[in-house]
């Protein structure tokens, strides 16, 4: 298996976690800072992922 298609799946990984926080509000429909910070940083760890699993496939 190539080093590329792992860090791709690894990306869509994330991401799907980084979607699963930002959905996860509280009752009254507000996101808390936490929750803001920690889905901002899997989604940038999920762009860099994706981009060296496609820069690897190349």
């Not at 990984?13 to 507000?30: K, P, Q």
């Amino acid at each position: 298996m190539s080093g590329g298609l792992p860090l791709l799946l690894l990306g869509g990984f994330l991401l799907g976690g980084a979607w699963s926080i930002w959905r996860a509000d509280t009752d009254d429909g507000r996101r808390t800072g936490p929750q803001v910070v920690f889905a901002v940083i899997l989604l940038v760890a999920a762009v860099l992922a994706s981009a060296a699993g496609v820069l690897r496939l190349i």
